[in-house]
């Protein structure tokens, strides 16, 4: 996504390290001009002409510094003379190391004393490599000959610290000096003005200062381009345009000023050199080489500068335009995702019809919409485009954002025509369901309608026949399809209310297809011959109808045929012509009898070849496994350490390996050098195997955390599943598959375990181990449903506390929940006034949670549900109620004394049952738990828990259990308000309170804290159950060994009750045998078990009780 920032631009540092190297070479060259010692220092003393250099040079190419006559030489002082002598001598220096200097002291006019001062002085200050020093003695008589005297003994001192010449004329001096080489005043021939001298100095540093600020000013200014930090808003880059625009401006009219400078001195200069003599003008010519260069090097500076920031400014506008261009891709991604969540939050499907055609015309508007703004998308991929083809430095970042706007756009486009299509699929189908169900209520109506006085004869009979095939020839197309064929070809939009839809008008389509059959046969025996009439009978009074649909209650007697009533309800406007009763119409079929078959299995040997078939299969398929784990983690995981495929792997990729395959290595080290020997050690004894899984059952628990990490893993895979990495390896394995495929083996295997187990079991009964491989089985099943529980529970969101707290999850699913609140002293039903809420339940073993499951939809959705916590309510306060009036999957679960009533609706029975007996277990030992309390501290020898009448105003109760675990009833009238009916189909198990006083004697517990609550528990008739056909009512199926399925309809016979609780029962309709729990057995019965004892007449088996926590 683009979210993250735009990279910048690369620094230019190539142009960088040359505007350093030429500003290096101009700096050298600007050494050979310029001096430590400035002439703005010693200006004074050089107009003053203490000393000078004329451009002379002596033997040897000796640089001539020239001291004339001067009065005051004595009283400069010696630091000053110290510094113009360094100033003169640093100039030759500069352009010829190691040069040597002879001096000219000129004292015609002056004293000996004078001229021995002057020698020690410059024996004292000279720096240079000093070679001569010529001395014009006093030409005055005098004088002379105190010089004589006094240098010819003193002449050993200045000649140990300098070599000393005394000349008596200017003749003298041409002995040593070329004329040429000497200014007129010595009777040279050298043309020196000292003022033009001073001029051209002065320039020559000015000059030199004004280049080198100019370098150093475009070095830094370099040097800040280079450094500058970009910033992410476009303001900033903007201000940083301007600002750097401004000072490159500045810089360049600098630049300007100093070459025009530069020119006018080098033209002063080349002036200079043609006048005179290249021998004799050897300074100027230096002077101008100098200053060539300078002025060549400041070109090449300049040039390396403008370079430098021509590639920066443009990189900073690219950086600019890239900016925009991310900031309107943001807002377009953005935009394009807004519809995405606008498209998603459009239903399939709705309740109704009227809703799925407002979801088309709301998906008609959101397509409008999406139309204009991929217009907008289209124009921003364009731009792209053009800055790409303008050699952006981010040309791969531009093309990706383009690539991934025409993804989103077309993402789009194929999620809104989708949508289109399953709404147009959804409306289709409601059409055709409203057309089925308006033709079965025109059949309920038709057979409604005919008139019995008018069928009596045989001509009646045939015309009702008539009418009635008529009809059915008028019956939708869809309805003689069937509710198969309706899933496959809807099966793309098909949700849970549009299946529950279907199955609802295939039921009411079966009710009257029956309906239609039955009284197709009775009216062909009238056609064909006179029989006594179909009789109407009246409705009974005690049985309303439980539906307005037209639905059928079947009941049987086995000693004859079986008869059944059918309820015909005039739904719509045409029950007002009749009458307001509903009619029933009973007809009698003749019941069928079917014997089982016997189940055999072949000898011994048969066994124990199908055992082994079993453990090689068992086996063999590990060694595949384990080869497969290897080659993910040597072909994938190592791979990923390669650096020959370094470039290949993105770098946010890199750390995210442990990410990706989770604990996959100790899986693999687990079953490669653990389990595999262990499997090959039981191929000759099968039954063995059981003990296998049982030893290494916690080693197995490893998948708890692979499959924990398994979205994770999954997210990570969809964000790079089609990296180049991925598409290597998957070469070199030479796998047809990619690596999410391998990925989800681990899992397949986990679930293959318990199919094989369940096989080995099958052919292994009687042996002496079927005990170990039984056990195994039941661990293995344990896992996948210890696995399931913790990948939900790692989904919950919003739960405040530890979830640890709570203890080990039990059971998780998920239900229609209705809830009710007990308001003032009487209790409020509320539940039923609404529809249901979907909630997931979490059963642990201190608290019941209820959630909310939330999903997200769409392409790039994490397919992995997540549940926000709602409620809790804990195990210690809770109470159950098994049966509710009006639906057999239906169950109480009320909290504080029923001051909260959660009407809880399963998918299906078994649901329902193993729930309420996981909750029981709970609530059992409970109050095992609370019994060890009262007992240890001697309440009362035989702990009678006494209930009291019902709540007082306090919501104070009294409550009494005997101590031999026997269940008393009620006493108290008010308590049992409600009817009969009412009592017979309720089963209570109030919640064991742990907040209960001991020391009190149990005399003063609050609602919350109570055994029983007078105002939920009601009697139920419970039936003992004896053996004997009986009549099915409710689908069953057991999923273990016996794999017994029973179906709504089936006859079952009752052979024998067995030990813990369980009874051996034959399916006569399925021809098949196995066990089946007794609370089982009594919701699968219902009615039929209570009607078959009263045929018995045995009423002493029928006692009333109360179901409370024991």
Same mark, same amino acid.
């Given at each position: 996504?683009?979210?993250?920032?735009?990279?910048?631009?690369?620094?230019?540092?190539?142009?960088?390290?040359?505007?350093?190297?030429?500003?290096?070479?101009?700096?050298?060259?600007?050494?050979?001009?310029?001096?430590?010692?400035?002439?703005?220092?010693?200006?004074?003393?050089?107009?003053?002409?203490?000393?000078?250099?004329?451009?002379?040079?002596?033997?040897?190419?000796?640089?001539?510094?020239?001291?004339?006559?001067?009065?005051?030489?004595?009283?400069?002082?010696?630091?000053?003379?110290?510094?113009?002598?360094?100033?003169?001598?640093?100039?030759?220096?500069?352009?010829?190391?190691?040069?040597?200097?002879?001096?000219?002291?000129?004292?015609?006019?002056?004293?000996?004393?004078?001229?021995?001062?002057?020698?020690?002085?410059?024996?004292?200050?000279?720096?240079?490599?000093?070679?001569?020093?010529?001395?014009?003695?006093?030409?005055?008589?005098?004088?002379?000959?105190?010089?004589?005297?006094?240098?010819?003994?003193?002449?050993?001192?200045?000649?140990?610290?300098?070599?000393?010449?005394?000349?008596?004329?200017?003749?003298?001096?041409?002995?040593?000096?070329?004329?040429?080489?000497?200014?007129?005043?010595?009777?040279?021939?050298?043309?020196?003005?000292?003022?033009?001298?001073?001029?051209?100095?002065?320039?020559?540093?000015?000059?030199?200062?004004?280049?080198?600020?100019?370098?150093?000013?475009?070095?830094?200014?370099?040097?800040?381009?280079?450094?500058?930090?970009?910033?992410?808003?476009?303001?900033?880059?903007?201000?940083?345009?301007?600002?750097?625009?401004?000072?490159?401006?500045?810089?360049?009219?600098?630049?300007?000023?100093?070459?025009?400078?530069?020119?006018?001195?080098?033209?002063?200069?080349?002036?200079?050199?043609?006048?005179?003599?290249?021998?004799?003008?050897?300074?100027?010519?230096?002077?101008?080489?100098?200053?060539?260069?300078?002025?060549?090097?400041?070109?090449?500076?300049?040039?390396?500068?403008?370079?430098?920031?021509?590639?920066?400014?443009?990189?900073?506008?690219?950086?600019?335009?890239?900016?925009?261009?991310?900031?309107?891709?943001?807002?377009?991604?953005?935009?394009?995702?807004?519809?995405?969540?606008?498209?998603?939050?459009?239903?399939?499907?709705?309740?109704?019809?009227?809703?799925?055609?407002?979801?088309?015309?709301?998906?008609?508007?959101?397509?409008?919409?999406?139309?204009?703004?991929?217009?907008?998308?289209?124009?921003?991929?364009?731009?792209?485009?053009?800055?790409?083809?303008?050699?952006?430095?981010?040309?791969?970042?531009?093309?990706?954002?383009?690539?991934?706007?025409?993804?989103?756009?077309?993402?789009?486009?194929?999620?809104?025509?989708?949508?289109?299509?399953?709404?147009?699929?959804?409306?289709?189908?409601?059409?055709?369901?409203?057309?089925?169900?308006?033709?079965?209520?025109?059949?309920?109506?038709?057979?409604?309608?005919?008139?019995?006085?008018?069928?009596?004869?045989?001509?009646?009979?045939?015309?009702?026949?008539?009418?009635?095939?008529?009809?059915?020839?008028?019956?939708?197309?869809?309805?003689?399809?069937?509710?198969?064929?309706?899933?496959?070809?809807?099966?793309?939009?098909?949700?849970?209310?549009?299946?529950?839809?279907?199955?609802?008008?295939?039921?009411?389509?079966?009710?009257?297809?029956?309906?239609?059959?039955?009284?197709?046969?009775?009216?062909?025996?009238?056609?064909?011959?006179?029989?006594?009439?179909?009789?109407?009978?009246?409705?009974?009074?005690?049985?309303?109808?439980?539906?307005?649909?037209?639905?059928?209650?079947?009941?049987?007697?086995?000693?004859?045929?079986?008869?059944?009533?059918?309820?015909?309800?005039?739904?719509?406007?045409?029950?007002?012509?009749?009458?307001?009763?509903?009619?029933?119409?009973?007809?009698?079929?003749?019941?069928?009898?079917?014997?089982?078959?016997?189940?055999?299995?072949?000898?011994?040997?048969?066994?124990?070849?199908?055992?082994?078939?079993?453990?090689?299969?068992?086996?063999?398929?590990?060694?595949?496994?384990?080869?497969?784990?290897?080659?993910?983690?040597?072909?994938?995981?190592?791979?990923?350490?390669?650096?020959?495929?370094?470039?290949?792997?993105?770098?946010?990729?890199?750390?995210?390996?442990?990410?990706?395959?989770?604990?996959?290595?100790?899986?693999?080290?687990?079953?490669?050098?653990?389990?595999?020997?262990?499997?090959?050690?039981?191929?000759?004894?099968?039954?063995?195997?059981? /003990?296998? &899984?049982?030893?290494?059952?916690? $080693?197995?628990? !490893?998948? #708890?955390?692979?499959?924990?990490?398994?979205? +994770?893993? =999954?997210?990570?895979?969809?964000?790079?599943?089609?990296?180049?990495?991925?598409?290597?390896?998957?070469?070199?394995?030479?796998?047809?598959?990619?690596?999410?495929?391998?990925?989800?083996?681990?899992?397949?295997?986990?679930?293959?375990?318990?199919?094989?187990?369940?096989?080995?079991?099958?052919?292994?009964?009687?042996?002496?181990?079927?005990?170990?491989?039984?056990?195994?089985?039941?661990?293995?099943?344990?896992?996948?449903?210890?696995?399931?529980?913790?990948?939900?529970?790692?989904?919950?969101?919003?739960?405040?506390?530890?979830?640890?707290?709570?203890?080990?999850?039990?059971?998780?699913?998920?239900?229609?929940?209705?809830?009710?609140?007990?308001?003032?002293?009487?209790?409020?039903?509320?539940? /039923?006034? &609404?529809?249901?809420?979907?909630? $997931?339940?979490? !059963?642990? #073993?201190?608290?019941?949670?209820?959630?909310? +499951?939330? =999903?997200?939809?769409?392409?790039?959705?994490?397919?992995?549900?997540?549940?926000?916590?709602?409620?809790?309510?804990?195990?210690?306060?809770?109470?159950?109620?098994?049966?509710?009036?009006?639906?057999?999957?239906?169950?109480?679960?009320?909290?504080?004394?029923?001051?909260?009533?959660?009407?809880?609706?399963?998918?299906?029975?078994?649901?329902?049952?193993?729930?309420?007996?996981?909750?029981?277990?709970?609530?059992?030992?409970?109050?095992?738990?609370?019994?060890?309390?009262?007992?240890?501290?001697?309440?009362?020898?035989?702990?009678?828990?006494?209930?009291?009448?019902?709540?007082?105003?306090?919501?104070?109760?009294?409550?009494?259990?005997?101590?031999?675990?026997?269940?008393?009833?009620?006493?108290?009238?008010?308590?049992?308000?409600?009817?009969?009916?009412?009592?017979?189909?309720?089963?209570?198990?109030?919640?064991?309170?742990?907040?209960?006083?001991?020391?009190?004697?149990?005399?003063?517990?609050?609602?919350?804290?109570?055994?029983?609550?007078?105002?939920?528990?009601?009697?139920?008739?419970?039936?003992?159950?004896?053996?004997?056909?009986?009549?099915?009512?409710?689908?069953?199926?057991?999923?273990?060994?016996?794999?017994?399925?029973?179906?709504?309809?089936?006859?079952?016979?009752?052979?024998?009750?067995?030990?813990?609780?369980?009874?051996?029962?034959?399916?006569?309709?399925?021809?098949?045998?196995?066990?089946?729990?007794?609370?089982?057995?009594?919701?699968?019965?219902?009615?039929?078990?209570?009607?078959?004892?009263?045929?018995?007449?045995?009423?002493?088996?029928?006692?009333?009780?109360?179901?409370?926590?024991?």
């Amino acid at each position: 996504m683009g979210s993250a920032s735009p990279p910048e631009p690369q620094k230019d540092m190539e142009g960088y390290y040359n505007l350093l190297q030429a500003g290096s070479e101009l700096e050298s060259t600007l050494q050979q001009v310029t001096v430590s010692v400035s002439l703005q220092e010693v200006a004074g003393y050089i107009e003053k002409q203490v000393a000078y250099l004329s451009g002379g040079r002596g033997e040897d190419s000796s640089v001539i510094i020239t001291l004339p006559e001067c009065s005051a030489f004595s009283d400069i002082p010696e630091e000053a003379l110290a510094k113009v002598l360094s100033y003169l001598t640093l100039i030759p220096r500069a352009r010829q190391p190691g040069v040597k200097f002879i001096i000219i002291l000129d004292r015609r006019l002056d004293t000996w004393t004078s001229i021995k001062t002057a020698l020690a002085r410059i024996a004292a200050s000279f720096p240079g490599n000093l070679h001569l020093v010529l001395v014009l003695r006093p030409t005055s008589f005098f004088q002379r000959t105190v010089t004589d005297l006094g240098f010819r003994f003193s002449q050993e001192d200045f000649m140990l610290k300098m070599p000393v010449v005394m000349l008596s004329s200017v003749t003298d001096l041409l002995r040593y000096i070329d004329e040429n080489q000497l200014t007129s005043e010595f009777g040279g021939t050298l043309d020196y003005c000292h003022s033009d001298w001073i001029v051209l100095r002065t320039a020559i540093e000015s000059f030199a200062v004004m280049v080198k600020d100019i370098a150093q000013m475009l070095q830094a200014f370099g040097t800040e381009l280079a450094e500058t930090q970009l910033s992410e808003e476009c303001s900033a880059i903007e201000f940083l345009l301007l600002s750097h625009t401004e000072k490159y401006r500045r810089l360049k009219d600098a630049i300007r000023s100093v070459m025009r400078e530069g020119r006018q001195l080098l033209s002063n200069l080349e002036t200079s050199r043609k006048e005179g003599d290249v021998d004799t003008r050897w300074d100027i010519t230096q002077d101008w080489d100098t200053m060539q260069r300078l002025l060549a090097q400041l070109t090449d500076m300049e040039i390396a500068f403008d370079g430098f920031f021509d590639k920066h400014h443009l990189k900073l506008q690219q950086y600019l335009q890239l900016l925009r261009y991310e900031h309107s891709f943001q807002e377009m991604e953005c935009s394009l995702e807004k519809l995405r969540a606008q498209e998603r939050k459009i239903s399939i499907i709705g309740e109704s019809l009227n809703q799925t055609e407002q979801s088309v015309r709301e998906l008609d508007g959101l397509d409008k919409r999406a139309q204009e703004e991929m217009s907008r998308a289209q124009v921003l991929i364009l731009h792209g485009h053009q800055l790409a083809a303008g050699h952006h430095y981010a040309m791969a970042l531009i093309i990706q954002r383009c690539n991934e706007l025409r993804h989103q756009c077309d993402t789009l486009t194929s999620a809104l025509s989708t949508k289109r299509s399953s709404l147009t699929q959804a409306q289709t189908l409601l059409h055709r369901l409203e057309e089925a169900q308006r033709w079965c209520d025109d059949g309920a109506y038709l057979l409604a309608n005919q008139q019995v006085e008018k069928c009596q004869c045989k001509e009646g009979a045939q015309t009702a026949l008539r009418d009635i095939e008529k009809f059915q020839e008028a019956a939708p197309p869809l309805l003689t399809a069937g509710a198969d064929v309706l899933f496959l070809e809807y099966e793309s939009v098909l949700t849970p209310y549009l299946q529950s839809h279907i199955e609802k008008t295939f039921q009411k389509y079966s009710s009257v297809q029956a309906l239609i059959q039955s009284r197709q046969i009775c009216l062909k025996k009238m056609a064909d011959k006179h029989i006594r009439p179909i009789q109407l009978v009246a409705p009974r009074p005690e049985n309303p109808p439980r539906s307005k649909s037209p639905l059928f209650s079947p009941k049987h007697d086995f000693n004859s045929g079986l008869k059944f009533t059918f309820d015909l309800p005039l739904p719509g406007k045409r029950t007002s012509r009749k009458s307001p009763n509903s009619r029933k119409i009973e007809v009698i079929h003749d019941y069928q009898r079917s014997s089982s078959l016997p189940y055999s299995i072949d000898g011994e040997d048969s066994s124990d070849l199908l055992k082994r078939h079993v453990m090689k299969e068992l086996i063999e398929t590990e060694r595949i496994y384990v080869e497969e784990l290897l080659a993910v983690l040597l072909g994938y995981r190592a791979e990923m350490d390669n650096p020959s495929l370094a470039p290949l792997l993105p770098t946010s990729l890199r750390n995210k390996r442990d990410v990706l395959f989770g604990n996959l290595p100790d899986i693999y080290n687990f079953h490669s050098s653990v389990f595999l020997q262990d499997l090959e050690s039981c191929l000759e004894s099968p039954e063995a195997v059981g /003990a296998c &899984f049982l030893e290494r059952k916690d $080693h197995f628990h !490893l998948y #708890e955390c692979y499959c924990q990490n398994k979205p +994770r893993s =999954e997210s990570l895979w969809r964000q790079f599943s089609d990296c180049p990495f991925f598409q290597e390896c998957q070469k070199k394995l030479e796998h047809k598959l990619a690596l999410d495929s391998y990925l989800l083996k681990p899992i397949q295997r986990l679930t293959k375990y318990q199919l094989l187990l369940k096989e080995l079991l099958k052919y292994s009964s009687g042996c002496e181990r079927v005990s170990e491989l039984q056990g195994a089985l039941e661990a293995m099943l344990d896992l996948l449903k210890s696995v399931n529980d913790s990948m939900h529970q790692i989904a919950i969101t919003g739960y405040e506390g530890d979830l640890s707290d709570l203890g080990r999850v039990l059971m998780q699913g998920s239900f229609s929940v209705w809830i009710g609140h007990k308001k003032g002293p009487t209790r409020v039903k509320e539940m /039923a006034r &609404f529809k249901p809420m979907q909630r $997931h339940l979490f !059963l642990h #073993e201190h608290a019941l949670l209820f959630c909310k +499951r939330r =999903e997200e939809h769409g392409e790039n959705a994490d397919k992995t549900p997540s549940y926000s916590f709602k409620h809790c309510l804990k195990m210690s306060a809770v109470g159950i109620t098994e049966n509710v009036k009006g639906d057999v999957k239906k169950f109480e679960i009320w909290y504080s004394g029923r001051e909260e009533v959660y009407v809880i609706q399963a998918p299906t029975v078994e649901v329902k049952i193993a729930w309420l007996n996981e909750i029981r277990k709970i609530l059992t030992n409970q109050q095992k738990q609370l019994k060890e309390l009262c007992l240890s501290t001697a309440v009362s020898e035989q702990m009678q828990m006494q209930i009291s009448p019902p709540l007082s105003v306090s919501k104070q109760q009294r409550a009494s259990v005997s101590s031999d675990g026997t269940e008393s009833g009620h006493s108290s009238p008010d308590a049992f308000s409600c009817s009969s009916q009412q009592q017979r189909n309720r089963r209570s198990w109030p919640g064991a309170p742990y907040s209960v006083d001991i020391c009190e004697g149990l005399e003063d517990w609050s609602g919350a804290n109570s055994l029983s609550n007078p105002s939920d528990t009601e009697e139920e008739d419970a039936v003992h159950l004896v053996p004997g056909r009986y009549k099915v009512f409710v689908d069953w199926r057991n999923n273990g060994l016996d794999n017994l399925m029973i179906k709504c309809g089936d006859v079952i016979q009752l052979q024998h009750e067995e030990d813990h609780g369980q009874w051996l029962v034959k399916n006569l309709s399925r021809r098949q045998e196995g066990r089946v729990p007794t609370p089982n057995l009594q919701c699968i019965l219902g009615e039929s078990m209570k009607n078959h004892s009263s045929r018995l007449g045995d009423q002493g088996i029928r006692k009333a009780r109360k179901l409370s926590s024991p």
